[in-house]
């Protein structure tokens, strides 16, 4: 795996329309700047992404976790998503955050029964992406269903493919959207 970059953010919310939150709410996204093995090829074997997928999953949800500056057992919520350079396919981006990708940020999140929201799409250097976010262990918890924005101002190049993991502590700041009874 041939790794540019990673770029890691991170976000506490303290106030949101001038009222003090009280409480921790953070959210933090690592994303990688990987080399496209598959770049210039149209249909064929995806079977590389898919190893590729499980190798940085990991990685990405470790420096997240400690950009986000909690235990793990504290992480609530998670995201993820890929963004593939225009000499890819959107089929790139599914073989390497779906079918392998998943297990590795569980074990960093320790538990995860739910499934790891996802967005996917192509895009030229400084493409945005919004990263969906949901409960780790309850996707049907409403609070926690939030996003966060990913940018990268020079990727991904056309043989590139920029992947993300988002994790959350806190919900939103003062949800109160309740499921119907």
Same mark, same amino acid.
């Given at each position: 795996?041939q790794v540019?970059k990673y770029?890691?953010?991170s976000?506490?919310v303290?106030a949101?329309q001038?009222?003090?939150?009280g409480r921790?709410?953070?959210?933090?996204?690592?994303?990688?700047?990987i $080399?496209? &093995?598959?770049a210039g090829?149209v249909?064929?074997?995806?079977?590389?992404?898919e190893t590729?997928?499980?190798e940085?999953s990991?990685?990405?949800?470790?420096r997240?976790l400690?950009?986000?500056?909690?235990?793990?057992h504290?992480?609530t919520?998670?995201?993820?998503?890929?963004?593939v350079?225009?000499?890819?396919?959107?089929e790139?981006?599914? $073989?390497l955050?779906? *079918?392998r990708?998943?297990a *590795?940020?569980?074990k960093?999140?320790?538990k995860?029964?739910d @499934?790891?929201?996802?967005?996917?799409? @192509?895009g030229a &250097?400084?493409?945005?992406?919004?990263? &969906?976010?949901?409960?780790?262990d309850?996707?049907?918890s409403f609070?926690?269903m939030?996003? @966060?924005?990913?940018? @990268?101002p020079?990727? *991904?190049?056309p043989?590139?493919i920029?992947v993300?993991? $988002?994790?959350a502590v806190?919900?939103? &700041?003062f $949800?109160?959207?309740?499921k119907?009874?």
């Open positions: 795996m540019r770029v890691v953010t976000e506490e303290l949101e001038g009222r003090l939150t921790t709410v953070r959210r933090a996204v690592c994303s990688a700047v $080399a496209n &093995p598959l090829q249909g064929g074997e995806l079977t590389e992404l590729l997928g499980a940085i990991g990685e990405l949800a470790t997240a400690a950009a986000l500056g909690v235990a793990a504290e992480v919520a998670y995201g993820k998503g890929a963004i350079g225009t000499n890819g396919e959107i790139h981006a599914a $073989a955050i779906h *079918p990708f998943g *590795p940020v569980r960093v999140v320790v995860g029964d @499934i790891i929201p996802s967005t996917k799409k @192509i &250097p400084g493409a945005h992406i919004t990263l &969906p976010i949901t409960n780790k309850d996707i049907w609070d926690e939030d996003a @966060i924005d990913v940018w @990268i020079d990727a *991904p190049m043989d590139e920029v993300s993991v $988002a994790l806190g919900g939103r &700041p $949800a109160r959207t309740k119907p009874s």
